[in-house]
């Protein structure tokens, strides 16, 4: 049976037992994932009480927010999954070695969110002006308090990121779920009290957020605690934390290309009218949502192909791939029919203007059409992540961005046709899916580098 939780890993190969795994790690990652999408609605709506201005200038403030920690977090978060996960398989659970991975994981993002912390305060503010809420902007105050307030917990963010990854390398997702919903529920407590009893405003949903990240983060690092030995002191710490900033560099690297090309349809869509970009949004935002499934099954891809390579069972690594991206490709067609049965009724629930729900049915095929591509790109990042293969991941982007930007830019090509410009857009988007598949498929099926790895037995033999 496949073990994640104790020390005997990977001695039969039964499809049925690598099933169970894969539901056992993604389920919980599911409810993970989505909890926070639920909570930001609220958050949302107890702004919106306050008013449009304050809305506005908490929407420009969380855009520079994330986009100077999603370049980091991510990453490490990946990081942080494979490194425990690799030190779990390749010591059989040994105390020791996981011990000091996960000291080492923590270590770094403690100093990336200090770093993080200190770039939002010092730059914070012209980044607001480069996101519309210059100097005598009605929305900059507000932008301004709730940007520098969650600055300043922004090592909780990354350390609550990272200890999730940590616990999902340990092939525990039980623990970050209920981590998730107590952070949340925090926020969602304390944005009653500060914003609606206290009358703090923005500065109060501010705090709400980061109590419950710091909540959280306490919580999980008690858990860990109880289990291993984490230590941050001495000169082993310092060097163990060092080897991991290169694979961070690198999907570092990855992450800005993809922030790119997304930030790229938006910016070509905002050169529309108002409902063709307004459609693409929720295009976009249903798009994205339904990825939440897939990238559950990549985190359970990630988990249990880091620790079986990492313990030298080429057999149960391949079975693990294929059994995963098997259930991705269901899942995608799963999510292709849903989507697409329910094209009538779906786009309604977010507006009901003629125009936009116009312009959401020249694209909408898109959305739907292109679930099992989505969805097998998702769990095909969570295999190369299982085998360490971040220097490609890094390359791969870069070769994926490259024509989808052009694809997307072709639509310049239509100026006033809005419709040829959108379908652009999508036809780029659609396209960097493919091609994230076909680069991460073809050397896989080849058995190189960097899946050589899973396959390295089997070749000798």
Known sequence: MICTGGNSIFTVHDQKDIDNQIAWLAIPTIATLAADPVASLVDTAFIGHLGAVQLAGVGIALSVYSTVTKLFNVPLLSVATSSVATAYGEHEGSHKEVSEAASAVLLLAITVGVCEALFILLSGSPGLGLWGAKAGSAMRSDAWTYLSIRGLGAPFSVIL???????????????????????????????????????????????????GQAVAAIGLFVVLGRRYSISFRGKQALQSAAKFLGPTGLLVLRTMASTATFAL???????????????????????????????SLAVAAQTLLARSVAAG???????????????????????AAALGLSSSVVPTWFTKDAGVLAAISAIYPWVFLTQPINALAFVWDGVLY????FKYAAKAMTVCAAPAASCMLLGLQFPGNYDAQLTAVWLGLCLLMVMRCLTIYIPFRLRRSPFDVMFAKQDAA
């Not at 997702?173 to 923005?202: E, H, K, Q």
């Open 386 to 389: 299982g085998v360490n293969g």
């Open 313 to 335: 069972n080429t057999a149960a690594s391949q079975q693990i791939a294929h059994r995963v991206l098997r259930w991705g490709v269901l899942l995608g067609v799963f999510l």
């Open 161 to 211: 990121m990272v200890l999730q990854g940590v616990f999902r390398g340990l092939g525990d997702t039980r623990s970050p779920l209920w981590a998730t919903i107590l952070c949340n529920g925090v926020n969602v407590v304390l944005d009653a009290v500060f914003i609606m009893y206290f009358g703090w405003g923005v500065a109060g949903a501010a705090w709400a957020t980061i109590i």
């Open 265 to 295: 349809a938006t910016a070509l869509t905002a050169r529309t009218d108002s409902p063709h970009a307004a459609a693409h949004q929720i295009c976009l935002q249903l798009w994205l949502a339904s990825s939440l499934l897939a990238d």
